[in-house]
């Protein structure tokens, strides 16, 4: 059905709202494949001085995708986002954006939306004059201009503050601000430099829930920089776990947290128990004299040193010892326990590791998350039960085998 041209938006042919509502669905209304490459970073490396930050960096982002990189302080995620916004110049390498090298193209002709940390609104230009600011640069008459002020101020549901300055908003409406004017002149990717660290918890909250609502209604690529786990594998697509200088895994959330492809991962993401084992012949393990377990799909040499890993949910607590082949079995005693809400944690060491003396270092130090009516059954002295099946196995370079 031919919609009547005086109910299209004359920049993008799509109907123009009465309410709202429809603004989600009229601001980008195309979809690209799904498997479309929108952006490739390819072998990207960037020193300062002598510290490289970056070493052979290869990573894409799909159409409509929502990437983050996740990483400690000093990793290079940042470093790698302004080199993808042409905030910095790479060494090497390139960054490919819709089959077109950009790589020495200035920020402006990149067609990326950048959201600061610190909001980087301008003082003394009220809040409809903060979004409008890019628009001024295209060939849009002042009365277009308006209405997408006014969408932009719907859609981040701040409808009324059109008139407000800066300081007379909270963070969390700053930051919607900020965003608001980053994807004003329609981008074509979204940049986010840790958009939300600082803000209040709740606040972190409910607004990367915005976000991520809002990208996914204009269907518009985003990478975000985070060094928040949670905030990461909450509203990601993929994430790239990053750390110094490399991507460790980028994968998606679901395996980032259940199949780390490091050791590296498995201990940045979650909570995860670290124990040293060694290869007694091709298929076992063995923990201590009274542990060994057997990986019948892994092949080991003898006197091999590796770690076995699991997450302290996946630990069974029991009172009495039930030896079986499906389970590592260890005989422990609690030292500590923890108030988490809905679970307490308790900090356990192996009977045999505990030192005279009752001071066992942290790296001995097992931790076991369990519901509170499990609660009633503690003693002192426990045994532990953890599938083989959700055990992670590291050889001495860290890399998983399992």
């Not at 776990?241 to 199949?259: A, C, S």
């Not at 063995?286 to 542990?291: G, L, Y």
């Not at 890993?309 to 422990?332: D, G, I, M, Q």
Request: hydrophobic residues 40%.
């Amino acid at each position: 059905m031919q919609i009547p041209s005086h109910l299209q938006n004359s920049r993008t042919g799509q109907v123009m709202p009465n309410s709202a509502g429809h603004l989600l669905s009229t601001l980008r209304t195309f979809k690209m494949a799904e498997s479309k490459t929108v952006l490739e970073a390819i072998d990207i490396q960037k020193s300062f001085g002598s510290s490289r930050v970056l070493e052979h960096i290869n990573l894409d982002l799909k159409a409509g995708e929502f990437v983050s990189f996740l990483g400690p302080s000093g990793c290079g995620k940042t470093t790698l986002l302004r080199i993808i916004a042409g905030l910095e110049q790479p060494d090497y390498g390139k960054v490919v954006k819709q089959e077109i090298d950009i790589t020495h193209f200035n920020t402006a002709k990149r067609k990326c939306g950048i959201v600061f940390q610190n909001y980087a609104l301008f003082p003394n230009l009220t809040v409809a004059e903060n979004i409008a600011f890019g628009l001024h640069k295209k060939d849009w008459t002042t009365q277009e201009i308006q209405y997408r002020v006014n969408e932009l101020l719907h859609l981040i549901e701040l409808p009324n503050i059109a008139e407000k300055y800066p300081n007379q908003l909270s963070g969390g409406q700053q930051q919607r601000v900020a965003l608001a004017r980053a994807i004003a002149p329609n981008p074509d990717i979204l940049l986010l430099d840790e958009p939300l660290s600082a803000l209040d918890a709740l606040v972190r909250l409910n607004l990367r829930q915005k976000i991520r609502n809002i990208q996914r209604q204009l269907n518009l690529p985003a990478i975000m920089v985070t060094h928040d786990q949670e905030e990461a594998l909450s509203i990601s697509d993929r994430v790239a776990v990053m750390n110094k200088g490399v991507i460790e895994q980028l994968d998606t959330p679901h395996n980032i947290y259940y199949k780390p492809q490091t050791r590296f991962v498995a201990q940045f993401i979650g909570s995860m128990n670290f124990m040293q084992a060694m290869a007694v012949d091709v298929h076992h393990l063995k923990i201590d004299e009274q542990s060994q377990i057997e990986f019948p799909h892994l092949t080991f040499g003898k006197d091999e040193q590796f770690e076995i890993a699991f997450r302290p949910e996946n630990v069974k607590l029991v009172t009495e010892n039930e030896l079986s082949n499906e389970y590592l079995n260890l005989t422990v005693r609690i030292v500590n326990t923890e108030f988490l809400g809905a679970k307490r944690r308790l900090f356990c060491v192996i009977k045999n590791q505990n030192a005279s003396d009752g001071n066992v270092s942290d790296e001995h130090v097992l931790q076991v998350d369990v519901d509170h009516q499990q609660m009633a059954i503690v003693q002192d002295d426990m045994y532990l039960q953890v599938p083989i099946r959700a055990l992670h196995v590291f050889d001495a370079r860290g890399h998983a085998r399992c």
